[in-house]
């Protein structure tokens, strides 16, 4: 992150969001496998990554079925 303050807002996401998943006992899926931030700020995803995330996430959970 290239700034601080979104470092102290989303540093350790991946793990922090893993262990939270791993304590609910659901499943997970990590966006970042699948997308990464192409937005103007570095944080949002455009339009196109968000059709592409819920693409990974519809096959996510049509695997669980």
Do not use: C, Q, R
């Amino acid at each position: 992150m290239p700034d601080l303050w979104f470092e102290g807002m989303f540093g350790d996401g991946y793990e922090k969001s893993k262990a939270l998943a791993d304590f609910m006992k659901v499943e997970y899926l990590s966006a970042g496998d699948h997308v990464s931030t192409d937005g103007v700020d570095g944080i949002d995803f455009s339009a196109e990554t968000n059709i592409t995330l819920g693409h990974a996430i519809a096959d996510k959970v049509a695997a669980l079925f």
